[in-house]
Structure formats: C-alpha cells, structure tokens
Nanobody
Framework: QVHVVESGGGLVQAGGSLRLSCTVSGRTSSTYTVGWFRQSPGNEREFVAAFRWNGGHTYYADPVKGRFSISRDSAKDTWTLQMNSLKPEDTAVYFC????????????????????WGQGTQVTVSS
C-alpha cells in the first residue's frame, strides 16, 4: 500500500519562502509521477507542479513558474516543492499526489489520474 505524507507548511510573509516535502512509502514501480496541487477556500483544486520519473522532467503551472521548483531527494524517496517569492494568492492547502503509472506529459495537471494523495499541508502567506 502506498502512503503519501506532506510536511513543511506554515505561515510566511509575502516575498518569503517555504519548502514542502512529500514522502512516499510503499511504492513498487520505477515509473511514476509526483504532483503538487493546491486548493483554497471556495476554489477548485489546481495543479501546481509535477515530476516525472524519466529523467526527472518537471512541469509547472503558469502562476508559479520561476518561483516554485520541484525536485527529488533520491536517498530519502522524497519530493520537495521549494516555494520562493510567495504571494498572498499562494495561500492554500497543498497536496502531494503520486501515481505508479506513466501519466503522459499533457495530462500531468489532471488530478483525477493520480491514485494516491496526502492529507495536505496549509500554506498561509500574509501581505
């Protein structure tokens, strides 16, 4: 059974940085996709970033390009979302999602394709 756990959320002032971690246990496949999504009150869940197994290619939603970075710590089987230059509109619950399959590039932003989700971690950016 795959388990996904996020950590690292918190409160930060606008312009600051936070680092979120996603630890995945129980995975058995060497092909996978890891995604970060977020949801704020009254809004639908939205895609933030993704990491695909083949070469570690990364993908980002337009609102976070140039500010957020997703990477893998292979020693810990952990994926990190480094968030810089944070804005109040980045305030949301951030979720890590994992899938054991090869989600095609054009669909990495589709949350319905990810089988395993963490419980979420709150990120609050004050103005």
């Amino acid at each position: 059974q795959v388990h996904v756990v996020e950590s690292g959320g918190g409160l930060v002032q606008a312009g600051g940085s936070l680092r979120l971690s996603c630890t995945v246990s129980g995975r058995t496949s060497s092909t996978y996709t890891v995604g970060w999504f977020r949801q704020s009150p009254g809004n639908e869940r939205e895609f933030v970033a993704a990491f695909r197994w083949n070469g570690g290619h990364t993908y980002y939603a337009d609102p976070v390009k140039g500010r957020f970075s997703i990477s893998r710590d292979s020693a810990k089987d952990t994926w990190t979302l480094q968030m810089n230059s944070l804005k109040p509109e980045d305030t949301a619950v951030y979720f890590c999602a994992f899938d054991n399959s090869r989600i095609i590039v054009s669909q990495v932003q589709n949350g319905a394709l990810y089988d395993y989700w963490g419980q979420g971690t709150q990120v609050t950016v004050s103005s």
